[in-house]
């Protein structure tokens, strides 16, 4: 069983958890990410750590409720238990001094940018921060992005802060002698971004999230084509170069169970009745 | 006085099963097991030979004699004292031991009729004794040596549950949620009932071994800094890397490798969904590509979640099909197609990246290869397209690679196999391994007898070592 001793809601439908996890704490590095279970018959969910507490023994992940299992999550209180908590997952960020690093986060990505964020700047890096949201009301770690960057840029789909969309970066990317672009977000805004950076050839890096079971390898469904190869985003990444993703492929299969995950969610809501 | 010599009867008392119809609508076991009177007309069929051949097909070598004269004279605990002294895990292996290729292939009665059903007999005394509550053996004093396990498959956990006969202190560390490894994640319900996994898991904590799930080595601690705390580690990781055939559409939706459709269906426990909240999809059209095991139990699980129609398209002849006889037979019966001699060149998807149809080619038999089964070749030009909306790749796993990635010193083979010496030592000091990531893809119980070698090898090494 594992504690959440920190549970914050950051906006509307995203929430902070802060749980209990002494050995995950000491092992985990920016970029890494952790499966929990919520109960016996609960589904694996990844969830991306957004930072860690070595000393009191903690890890904090932030989670958008977007089906059944994230808003079952969502429900939790303060001093509640998990069943499950495995990581840490896949490969760490590689961070390094590079020079200029441009991290882009969307959504609910954002709260793990910040800690390969705080990383690169540690690192000696200039750092320029961009992060975007549907809309205003569902920014997060605005404050915290501020604070490890040296330029700070906000977006919304809907413009109701900052620059509408992200055609501004076309900009950016001419103005600025950028090194490497770090991308943590919605498919569409891994591949954007991507797309804007190809001609420049800055090295981009994406972090992937396809749907996932077990995590460790062993079951394939993780997996995506980068550069014509099959890679299982578990293990081999989950970061990889955007400029060699199919994430045309990736989109579909992100779809794979939406008709089974909406009747969950419909079951859920109905309070666990026998359909 | 001497006892009338009993006439030989060749056949096998029948296990009662499931009737075929009803079974593919549902996941509870098949294979209902003997009642106290089929339990002891089969152990009436022995021959009681002095050699004893069954015993050595058996890779644990169950005292297969003794169990039969005590379960002769219904004395169903000793009988199963007697299994447990060389098998911690009997209601499994009761259960999955391909016995026709091991204790029942050499028995001197299946030269004149069916072998005993010694699978069936060891099932029956354990289940005796699961209903009845485990005894738990006496220890032997703590010797205050710990040693770490990787895995609870049944390498680790036959390991950790002799080394804790032996007074070692045993932690198995296990990547999953649940003890069991293949056994859980893998082998479907109405196969081998999740229950009895756990009851056997249970008994294992019961010797005094921790299991610590949630805990992947190589990622939360490497063999190296295990060896910091433990004075010996066993690595039974296992082989769960599936493999697929690099052909084109592979990664479309709809196409899964076997193990992620049977770690959704039982570990996840999708058949009860959306209780559980995991969900998997099973189409109308179904191909499982592969002959094994795996393939079987794909296919027999998404026929009971409402498949119309199952294929299993197997590249070579019913001969060389690596599975256990009784799977096979059971498929069969609940309707399942079996096609062979045929392969997938490539799958073919719809507009939204969904796999609609595939396309196979023909195979013939040509000269035996390195595996000694005969080695298929396509016919060219008998490519033919079928209609499909789910395939199951279940063509093979390789080992587990995370702790070869993250081991320093460990001596691997290019396949990713784990070298080890005849008594389960690797290349590092204080480490052994067994089961599938030292053999490949094998057998519950090989694993098990890889577990037990190792053990005692680690006790030697433990008790020299001052
Ligand atoms: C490595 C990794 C790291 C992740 N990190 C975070 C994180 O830090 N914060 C966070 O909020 N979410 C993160 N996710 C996504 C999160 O795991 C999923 O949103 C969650 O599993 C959905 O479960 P659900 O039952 O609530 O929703 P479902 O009902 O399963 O799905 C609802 C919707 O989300 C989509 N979806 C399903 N699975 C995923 C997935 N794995 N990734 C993205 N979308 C998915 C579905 O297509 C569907 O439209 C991560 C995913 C992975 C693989
Ligand atoms: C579907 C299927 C059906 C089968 N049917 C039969 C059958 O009927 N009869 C038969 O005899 N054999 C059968 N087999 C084969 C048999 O199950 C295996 O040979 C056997 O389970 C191998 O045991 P093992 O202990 O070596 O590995 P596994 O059972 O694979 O267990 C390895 C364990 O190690 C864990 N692990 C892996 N990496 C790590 C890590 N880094 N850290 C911590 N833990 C880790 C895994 O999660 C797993 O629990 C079948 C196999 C499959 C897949
Ligand atoms: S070989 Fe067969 S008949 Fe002979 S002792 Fe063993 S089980 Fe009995
Ligand atoms: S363990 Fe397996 S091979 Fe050995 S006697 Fe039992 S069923 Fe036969
Ligand atoms: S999630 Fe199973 S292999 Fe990656």
């Not at chain 2, 297969?64 to 379960?71: F, K, N």
């Not at chain 2, 295990?226 to 890397?241: K, M, N, T, Y």
């Not at chain 2, 080619?361 to 490519?383: F, H, N, T």
Request: with cysteine.
């Amino acid at each position: 069983m594992y504690k959440i001793v920190t549970r914050r809601e950051l906006v509307p439908h995203i929430n902070l958890f802060e749980f209990s996890a002494k050995e995950i704490a000491a092992k985990t590095k920016p970029g890494q990410f952790v499966i929990l279970r919520i109960d016996e018959d609960g589904e694996r969910i990844p969830l991306t750590v957004a930072s860690v507490d070595v000393g009191k023994g903690t890890i904090t992940v932030v989670c958008h409720e977007v089906g059944k299992s994230t808003k079952q999550l969502g429900n939790l209180k303060q001093g509640d238990c998990i069943l499950d908590l495995l990581g840490p997952l896949g490969k760490p960020a590689e961070i390094g001094k590079l020079g200029t690093v441009l991290c882009v986060g969307g959504g609910v990505m954002v709260a793990p940018l910040h800690f390969q964020v705080r990383a690169f700047h540690e690192a000696g890096n200039k750092v320029i921060g961009i992060i975007g949201a549907k809309s205003e009301s569902q920014l997060i770690f605005e404050d915290e992005m501020r604070e490890v960057c040296d330029d700070l840029y906000v977006a919304t789909d809907d413009g109701t802060r900052g620059y509408k969309g992200l055609d501004f970066l076309k900009e950016l990317l001419k103005e600025r002698k950028i090194d490497r672009v770090v991308v943590m977000g919605p498919v569409v805004t891994m591949k954007t971004v991507s797309e804007l950076t190809r001609p420049h050839g800055i090295p981009t890096i994406v972090n992937l999230i396809p749907i996932m079971v077990d995590g460790m390898g062993m079951c394939g469904a993780c997996r995506v084509t980068v550069g014509g190869k099959t890679m299982f985003a578990c293990v081999d990444g989950p970061d990889f170069d955007g400029h060699q993703v199919d994430f045309e492929e990736l989109m579909a299969r992100m779809k794979m169970f939406t008709p089974q995950e909406k009747l969950a969610f419909v079951f859920q809501e109905e309070g666990g009745r026998r359909l | 006085m001497s006892k009338p010599k009993p006439k030989i009867k060749k056949e096998a008392v029948v296990m009662p099963k499931q009737d075929p119809k009803e079974r593919g609508g549902n996941f509870d076991e098949v294979a209902l097991g003997y009642t106290e009177e089929q339990v002891v007309a089969e152990a009436e069929r022995c021959l009681e030979c002095v050699k004893a051949p069954c015993v050595e097909g058996c890779p644990v070598e169950v005292d297969i004699p003794a169990l039969i004269q005590l379960i002769r004279e219904r004395k169903f605990d000793e009988a199963i004292r007697k299994v447990k002294e060389k098998n911690s895990l009997p209601a499994i292996c009761g259960r999955v031991c391909p016995q026709e290729t091991q204790c029942q292939a050499s028995c001197t009665m299946g030269k004149v009729g069916d072998p005993i059903s010694v699978g069936r007999l060891e099932r029956f005394v354990a289940d005796w004794e699961r209903k009845r509550g485990y005894e738990v053996p006496q220890q032997s004093a703590s010797t205050g040596k710990r040693v770490a396990i990787v895995g609870a498959g049944p390498a680790g956990l036959t390991a950790a549950a002799d080394l804790a006969k032996l007074g070692h202190e045993a932690v198995i560390f296990e990547a999953l949620h649940k003890p069991g490894g293949v056994l859980i994640y893998g082998i479907p319900e109405f196969r081998l009932p999740k229950k009895i996994v756990e009851a056997e898991a249970e008994y294992i904590e019961k010797l005094g071994v921790t299991i610590k799930v949630n805990a992947m080595i190589g990622k939360l601690y490497t063999i190296n800094e295990l060896l910091e705390q433990f004075d010996a580690v066993f690595i039974g990781s296992g082989a769960g890397l599936p493999r697929f055939m690099r052909i084109p559409g592979e990664n479309l939706c709809g196409v899964y490798s076997a193990n992620e459709f049977l770690i959704r269906v039982n570990l996840m426990k999708a058949y009860d969904f959306p209780r559980a909240a995991t969900p998997v999809f099973v189409g109308e059209k179904v191909a499982v590509i592969g002959g094994g095991n795996t393939a079987m139990d794909s296919a027999r699980c998404a026929l009971r979640l409402g498949a119309k129609e199952v294929k299993i398209v197997y590249r070579r002849s019913r001969q060389e099909m690596p599975v256990r006889a009784e799977e096979v037979e059971n498929a069969e019966e609940e309707g399942i197609a079996l096609e062979f001699l045929t392969n997938p060149t490539k799958f073919i998807g719809n507009d939204r990246g969904w796999v609609k149809a595939m396309e196979c080619i023909k195979m013939r038999l040509g000269e035996p290869d390195a595996s000694g089964r005969r080695r298929p070749i396509p016919i060219e030009g008998s490519e033919f397209t079928r209609d499909v909306d789910t395939v199951i790749m279940a063509i093979g796993r390789t080992p587990n690679p995370i702790i070869q990635q993250t081991t320093k010193g460990l001596e691997v083979t290019k396949w990713g196999t784990i070298v080890v010496d005849e008594n389960g030592k690797t290349s590092i000091e204080g480490v052994y391994a067994g089961g599938d990531i030292v053999t490949g893809q094998a057998t519950v119980i090989s694993a098990m007898g890889a577990g037990k070698k190792a053990a005692k090898a680690i006790h030697q090494h433990l008790t020299k070592k001052k």
